[in-house]
């Protein structure tokens, strides 16, 4: 039995509680299927019946593991919304396959879906803005800035939005789709990708498709729209590109979480293993950094003490690992400051400053 009134209270301390728009419609959706299953009122749910939905859930739907978590998420927070103590303990998450597509890998699903203008347009749009699933979905037209070559990304909370940077192939390929696209029904005007019925294209179809040309170039390892982030993000530190650049374009909050998304090869690793410990004496010298590098270093310094400070108020870290992770940050510092100190004293003498 449904209690819609019920429903309602629920999604608006799921609001009050600052839970992103994605998950409260899953929460609700889940909840509906509790009930519907049960058939009976929310305030007469007893542990006994949770564990007949548990068992419904696992032998007749036959969710697996990362199915049933966000699920048992769902029940737990209803539950502690009506102040019942039952609660389901979620099963271990199996661990995804996160081996990035090789660039090769990219550029033969990028040909692959060449004939397709939407599924090209939408390949080369994850790959080039590191957009998650639901972001990619919810993309609208006017969120395609052709002249500037940016995207606005809107944000999950709130009426906020991000604006990242997105490569002229992806926006030549977008373009091509605009120009063939049939017009989309009533409601779905805004979409920039849409289904074949002219609505705004679901997850499910965003996830088949990359399946499809995966399954096309012969892929063996699983292909799944995340992996399309992992990818970019790992490519872009494998050609040096530095954190800041790389978690500003991929917007993550800290450092720790984007060194998680970098999964650098083998053959990355061993060969600046062999660069970095060389002892081939007709190697170049290191040059010292330029004027600008060591801007940006301070730059990234100060971002990094502020957020340090953010966390030990937060307490998410000790005062011990507070002033060690400072004495760190102030020993980058110094060098910077010796290498402005020495760029003046070459001024002086006449020499070439460091640019």
């Known amino acids: 039995m449904i209690n819609r009134k019920t429903l309602n209270e629920f999604e608006d301390h799921l609001l009050a509680d600052n839970a992103s728009k994605e998950t409260i419609k899953s929460y609700i959706r889940t909840i509906e299927q509790l009930l519907d299953f049960l058939k009976k009122s929310p305030e007469d749910i007893t542990e006994k019946d949770l564990e007949r939905f548990k068992l419904h859930s696992v032998k007749i739907k036959q969710y697996d593991s990362n199915t049933l978590t966000p699920k048992y998420c769902a029940i737990n927070k209803f539950m502690e919304f009506l102040d019942k103590p039952y609660r389901l303990i979620p ?30 347009a939408m390949l080369k749009t994850f790959y080039y803005s590191m957009l998650r699933r639901s972001e990619l979905q919810h993309l609208n037209t006017e969120d395609i800035d052709f002249q500037r070559q940016k995207v606005r990304v809107n944000k999950a909370k709130g009426n906020k939005y991000d604006e990242i940077n997105i490569h002229p192939d992806a926006l030549k390929a977008i373009s091509d789709y605009l120009d063939i696209r049939a017009p989309p029904i009533e409601g779905h005007e805004h979409a920039l990708f849409l289904n074949r019925d002219g609505k705004r294209i679901g997850k499910t179809d965003i ?3 990359i399946k499809k040309y995966a399954h096309e170039i012969g892929l063996s390892k699983r292909a799944y729209p ?21 978690r500003r374009q991929s917007r993550h909050k800290d450092y720790e979480t984007l060194q998680g998304y970098m999964q650098l090869s083998d053959k990355h690793i061993k060969d600046e293993y062999l660069r970095g410990i060389s002892l081939d004496t007709t190697e170049k010298p290191k040059q010292e950094p330029s004027h600008q590098t ?62």
């Open 294 to 355: 060591q801007i940006e270093q301070r730059s990234q310094s100060n971002n990094m003490e502020e957020q340090l400070v953010q966390k030990l108020i937060n307490g998410e870290i000790t005062s011990e690992a507070f002033l060690e992770a400072r004495r760190l940050i102030n020993h980058s510092q110094e060098d910077v400051r010796r290498n402005d100190h020495q760029e003046k004293q070459n001024l002086l003498a006449g020499q070439k400053p460091n640019f």
């Open 207 to 209: 996830s088949i498709t």
């Open 226 to 246: 995340h992996l399309f982030r992992i990818s970019a993000i790992t490519h872009m530190a494998e050609s040096g590109v530095n954190m800041e650049e790389i």
């Open 91 to 120: 099963p271990p998450l199996k661990t995804k396959n996160k081996t990035p597509f090789t660039k090769d890998e990219i550029r033969q699903l990028f040909e692959a879906s060449k004939t397709n203008p939407r599924d090209h």
